[in-house]
C-alpha cells in the first residue's frame, strides 16, 4: 500500500481504499508489527483540535482513517483524491472473517457487561476458528490487571471499543504489552451485538 496521506486540520488521513489498507493491515498482522489504528470521524478531529493531549495520541498512530463521510468530503474539498470511507465497524467484520480463515487471535475490549454477553454468544457461532484471547467489558477499574491478560495472550488482534478518547489512551499506554494490532472502535460491539 503506498502510504498516501491528506492533512485535514493537522491530521495526516490514511488516503487509501479500504480493501489495499485491509491488505496492509492483515500483512503488518501477519509479521506480527505492533500497529495502531485511529478511526476517525469529524467528531474526533473537533475534540483533538480542543485537547493537546488526545492531539499527541492521535499522533503517535500508525494509521489514522477516514471512518466518518464528513472527514471525505474535507478530503475532498481540499483536493485529495479520497474516495471512501474506512469504517471501524468494516474493519472489525473483514478482520473477524479473516481472523476466522486463517486461525488468528483476538481480544475484546469494550462495551457494556451485557453487550459483551452476547459477543459471547455470537463470536464462537460465526466464527468458530477465531482464538479468542479474552473479553472484557468497557466498565473497569483497573486497566493493568486487562494489559496483563493481553500481554500473556499475545492475540493477533486487539479491538478496543471503550469510545473516543478512552480508548486511544488504552492503547497508546499499553500497546508496547504485545506486538499485535491494536484499534479503537466506538460503539462497534454494539451493533456487532445487535
Ligand atoms: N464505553 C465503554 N466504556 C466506557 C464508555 C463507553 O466501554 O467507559 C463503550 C460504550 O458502551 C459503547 C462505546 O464505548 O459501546 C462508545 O460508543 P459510541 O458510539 O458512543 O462511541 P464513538 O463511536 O462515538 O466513539
Given at each position: 500500500m503506498e502510504n498516501k496521506t491528506v492533512n485535514i486540520l493537522g491530521f495526516d488521513f490514511l488516503n487509501s481504499s479500504f480493501n489495499d489498507f485491509m491488505e496492509n493491515t492483515k500483512q503488518r498482522i501477519d509479521k506480527r508489527e505492533n500497529t495502531f489504528v485511529v478511526t476517525a470521524n469529524p467528531e474526533i478531529v473537533v475534540h483533538a483540535l480542543n485537547d493537546q493531549k488526545y492531539t499527541d495520541t492521535i499522533k503517535k498512530s500508525d494509521y489514522l482513517v477516514a471512518d466518518g463521510i464528513g472527514i471525505v468530503m474535507g478530503a475532498n474539498i481540499l483536493g485529495?483524491?479520497?474516495?471512501?470511507r474506512i469504517t471501524g465497524y468494516d474493519i472489525l467484520l473483514d478482520l473477524l472473517s479473516w481472523g476466522n480463515q486463517n486461525h488468528k487471535s483476538a481480544y475484546f475490549l469494550g462495551a457494556k457487561p451485557e453487550v459483551i454477553a452476547d459477543l459471547k454468544k455470537i463470536i464462537p457461532q460465526k466464527y468458530p476458528d477465531l482464538t479468542v484471547s479474552g473479553y472484557h467489558d468497557g466498565?473497569?477499574?483497573?486497566?493493568d490487571e486487562i494489559a496483563a491478560e493481553i500481554k500473556q495472550n499475545q492475540p493477533d488482534m486487539v479491538f478496543v471499543a471503550l469510545g473516543f478518547p478512552k480508548q486511544e489512551y488504552f492503547i497508546e499506554k499499553?500497546?508496547?504489552?504485545?506486538?499485535g494490532l491494536w484499534i479503537g472502535l466506538g460503539g462497534s460491539f454494539d451493533v456487532l451485538s445487535g
Amino acid at each position: 500500500m503506498e502510504n498516501k496521506t491528506v492533512n485535514i486540520l493537522g491530521f495526516d488521513f490514511l488516503n487509501s481504499s479500504f480493501n489495499d489498507f485491509m491488505e496492509n493491515t492483515k500483512q503488518r498482522i501477519d509479521k506480527r508489527e505492533n500497529t495502531f489504528v485511529v478511526t476517525a470521524n469529524p467528531e474526533i478531529v473537533v475534540h483533538a483540535l480542543n485537547d493537546q493531549k488526545y492531539t499527541d495520541t492521535i499522533k503517535k498512530s500508525d494509521y489514522l482513517v477516514a471512518d466518518g463521510i464528513g472527514i471525505v468530503m474535507g478530503a475532498n474539498i481540499l483536493g485529495s483524491d479520497m474516495s471512501e470511507r474506512i469504517t471501524g465497524y468494516d474493519i472489525l467484520l473483514d478482520l473477524l472473517s479473516w481472523g476466522n480463515q486463517n486461525h488468528k487471535s483476538a481480544y475484546f475490549l469494550g462495551a457494556k457487561p451485557e453487550v459483551i454477553a452476547d459477543l459471547k454468544k455470537i463470536i464462537p457461532q460465526k466464527y468458530p476458528d477465531l482464538t479468542v484471547s479474552g473479553y472484557h467489558d468497557g466498565y473497569f477499574t483497573d486497566s493493568d490487571e486487562i494489559a496483563a491478560e493481553i500481554k500473556q495472550n499475545q492475540p493477533d488482534m486487539v479491538f478496543v471499543a471503550l469510545g473516543f478518547p478512552k480508548q486511544e489512551y488504552f492503547i497508546e499506554k499499553y500497546r508496547h504489552v504485545n506486538d499485535g494490532l491494536w484499534i479503537g472502535l466506538g460503539g462497534s460491539f454494539d451493533v456487532l451485538s445487535g
